[in-house]
């Protein structure tokens, strides 16, 4: 059984940092890419940032590049997204998802998601 389970998420001031994980179990990330998205009340889910299969790969959106920062330890099969200076924008529930081998922008192209995390940068 694949599964995602996401922690790390809580609330934090404004300009303040969390580390977000992504613990993949029934698999092994060596032949999936694994994509954060967020979605806050009120719009449509979308991509942070991504890593391609044995991190070949990473992607950001513009709205986080120099912010975030995905990364992963492929002994504890987990996928990293540390966040530092967050702003009251980021704050939304974070998911991450799985699909084979190539990060791609489309949502509806993943596969396997987790149960997401809230994430709430408020003073």
């Known amino acids: 059984q694949l599964q995602l389970v996401e922690s790390g998420g809580g609330l934090v001031q404004p300009g303040g940092s969390l580390r977000l994980s992504c613990v993949a179990s029934g698999f092994t990330l060596d032949y999936y890419a694994i994509g954060w998205f967020r979605q806050a009340p009120g719009k449509e889910r979308e991509g942070v940032s991504c890593l391609s299969r044995r991190g070949g790969s990473t992607n950001y959106a513009d709205s986080v590049k120099g912010r975030f920062t995905i990364s992963s330890d492929n002994a504890k099969n987990t996928v990293y997204l540390q966040m530092n200076s967050l702003q009251p924008e980021d704050t939304a529930i974070y998911y991450c998802?799985?699909?084979?081998?190539?990060?791609?922008?489309?949502?509806?192209?993943?596969?396997?998601w987790g149960q997401g995390t809230q994430v709430t940068v408020s003073s």
């Open positions: 998802a799985a699909r084979l081998t190539s990060c791609h922008h489309d949502v509806m192209r993943y596969n396997y």
